[in-house]
């Protein structure tokens, strides 16, 4: 028996085309508040909020933004068995960012070199 297809909330604009793709999404709704409300769960008829056991944001006000899942018993934590996080995938890019602006620098001084020698060799 497959289960019920229903709405995905996605706040990631890069996320939101795969999720689509998923059997059990009916939906996918782009640009969900980062609070869930219960007008929110009430609209859609959530039955079940998850969130990866990894560090969740509170709201700017200092609040849970899972208060109102949780308050309805809704609200369940789950592990991706995966230990990646939006912070070690930032400092990747910084890091091989950094790196190939330390390799092309590196190019250039080696180019530079070269050119300068091979005028020095044209005067000679």
Known sequence: MSPERKPLFCMNPI??????????????????????????????GVNLVCHGTKYYAMCE?????????????????????????TEGIVSRIIRRRLEFEDRNRNKEEKEVKALAALEASKQS
């Open 15 to 44: 996320l939101c085309p795969a999720l689509v793709t998923l059997r059990f999404v009916s939906e996918v709704v782009i640009g969900a508040p980062f609070e869930v409300t219960s007008d929110l769960l009430d609209h859609f």
């Open 61 to 85: 006000d200092g609040s849970d933004p899972y208060a109102e899942p949780k308050r309805r018993g809704i609200f369940k934590f789950v592990e991706s068995g995966n230990q990646t996080t």
